[in-house]
């Protein structure tokens, strides 16, 4: 079965600091690869999502992500955080293959200090 | 614009009892999803649904059950509410991998339900 990994459980930075947070996955074949988001009382919402093409993938809010297939990673960035990107970060993964599910990672808490 | 309800955003309830909960969606999609989501586990498949009286089991599917009578609505059942069934459940829904690869899942606001 597929297993998707997020490094940081927590992640700690100061406005204007740079963002990474990792993902990795451990499926071998073709992937479609997500960043969802969380913000504090709300729902779920997709940042954004990779299924093909440019493995440099721009979401809403200024972040991106990249795809490495060597490296089965999909980190999340964003250069300057602002306090209101304070939020949880999961990453996920679906097969591409027919029917499937997605995979979801336990999840990054962000808190942004002003 | 697209939509996920629940029909509660908190439920508390007492051990043993049966507990349903409720999930519409207005966007026409096929396939339907329940997850539970835990602090430091993140979200965990309970039950998903592709079709009409479809249903299939998740990673966790013990001590639940669903029900799938209509398009937009997926029910998910505790038959015998227990204090672990404590948690946030979230339903999810897309559209189907027949009418489109790019099928991101919409949530809704959730339910974080309390069992004493």
């Known amino acids: 079965a597929q297993s998707v990994s997020q490094h940081n459980h927590h992640v700690i930075l100061s406005e204007a600091a740079s963002l990474e947070l990792g993902c990795n996955y451990s499926y071998g074949g073709t992937v479609n690869l997500f960043w969802y988001v969380q913000y504090p009382g709300q729902h779920l919402q997709l940042l954004l999502k990779?299924?093909?093409?440019?493995?440099l993938v721009k979401g809403i809010k200024g972040f991106e992500a990249e795809f490495i297939k060597s490296k089965f990673s999909f980190n999340l960035r964003k250069p300057s955080v602002q306090w209101s990107d304070t939020a949880e970060y999961f990453c996920?993964?679906?097969?591409?293959?027919?029917?499937?599910?997605?995979?979801f990672g336990k999840g990054t808490m962000l808190l942004v200090s002003p | 614009d697209v939509k996920v309800t629940q029909s509660s955003r908190y439920l508390v309830k007492r051990t043993g009892e049966k507990v349903f909960l409720e999930c519409v969606q207005d966007m026409d999609h096929e396939n339907m999803f329940w997850y539970r989501q835990d602090p430091g586990l993140g979200l965990r498949l309970i039950y998903f649904?592709?079709?009409?009286?479809?249903?299939e089991k998740g990673d966790i599917p013990e001590g639940y059950s669903v029900s799938r009578e209509k398009k937009e609505r997926f029910s998910l059942i505790l038959e015998s509410a227990s204090t672990n069934q404590t948690s946030m459940y979230l339903c999810a829904s897309s559209q189907s991998e027949r009418v489109a690869s790019y099928n991101e899942q919409f949530f809704g606001p959730g339910t974080r339900l309390t069992v004493l």
């Open positions: 649904s592709y079709d009409v009286k479809m249903k």
């Open positions: 990779y299924f093909s093409g440019d493995p």
């Open positions: 996920a993964v679906k097969m591409n293959s027919g029917y499937s599910t997605l995979t």
